[in-house]
DNA sequence: AGTGAAAGAGCCAGACG
DNA sequence: CGTCTGGCTCTTTCACT
């Protein structure tokens, strides 16, 4: 899948650091990584190239946004051929509700996280976007009442390198 | 919950484009808001105070980093006892292979996204972090194939604005 | 609130050890 | 890989709408 990208403990740093904040200063991340400006930003060209960084995005507070309820939809499909798959895959991606999509190996395919205004906002959603859908056998949905990211990597990561 | 936070449309341009790329510089994000240098700065920072934005994190590929696995694990308690829920909150936040809680309604109490170096370390961190635990009823675990996260704003926000 | 201008800070390349 | 230099861009503040 990924290049042989091999990162040493210093990329591992970096990574660690942008992860927790992704709008510190070259110069900051430099000095925390314990690297000379240039090389440090010579890293992260490096990283974000090999596609070991692939993005930084914002979090944001999903409630003053208007979006008053979350919810987890667990998804059967009737069939596994590839076309189904990839054709419910498709139409996930036009679904603006859509926060993550968790292709799962189990009694369901996939776990859908989603992002609505309110509770008849989500019913009007399991239909259409799920229940309507031709691939998909059944659904069950559970409420989220709330939900905690951890923004640290792991730390049996350090124990590999020097 | 959250003090009655009033975003209009440049807000919602903003926080968007943060999303979208959270390295974004403000002279950029100025203009692509329709907002000069200064204002622009200022609204950001304004979102930032009232916790509309919470924070700004680096995507990886886990792979490189030695992440050979990662897996969604229900969980469901014996009971749900306020001590027994916070005991095990505050347990799964000194779990570094965790990655995400959703704490849902439904058949279970918890999903929790985790994520592993193999099948070796799934299977101890399931004993370790989860069964052996006696607030712990039952779990389930289901691997994970792929997963992909939507950074874009769901569009029905744009409705409500101006 | 928003703007524009000006000072200060940070970014980034190139040359060299 | 680190340092230094120099020019350039971006950030941030402030007085004025």
Redesign the pocket.
């Known amino acids: 899948m990924s290049k042989n990208v091999e990162l040493?403990a210093?990329d591992v740093r970096i990574v660690r650091l942008l992860r927790k904040n992704a709008r510190i200063?070259?110069?900051?991340?430099?000095a925390k990584a314990?690297?000379?400006?240039?090389?440090?930003?010579?890293?992260v060209?490096r990283l974000r190239m090999a596609r070991v960084l692939t993005g930084y995005h914002a979090d944001v507070d999903p409630d003053p946004l208007g979006i008053g309820l979350q919810a987890m939809v667990a998804v059967r499909l009737a069939r596994h051929a590839r076309a189904d798959v990839e054709a419910f895959e498709r139409h996930l991606e036009t679904v603006t509700e859509v926060v993550t999509i968790f292709h799962v190996a189990g009694a369901n395919d996939y776990l859908v996280h989603v992002a609505v205004r309110d509770s008849a906002h989500l019913r009007e959603l399991a239909l259409s976007a799920f229940t309507e859908r031709p691939e998909v056998d059944h659904i069950e949905t559970q409420l989220i009442f709330a939900h905690r990211r951890n923004h640290e990597l792991p730390v049996y990561l350090d124990l590999e390198e020097d």
């Open positions: 040493d210093k200063s070259n110069k900051e991340l430099a314990g690297l000379a400006q240039s090389s440090c930003l010579e890293r060209r």
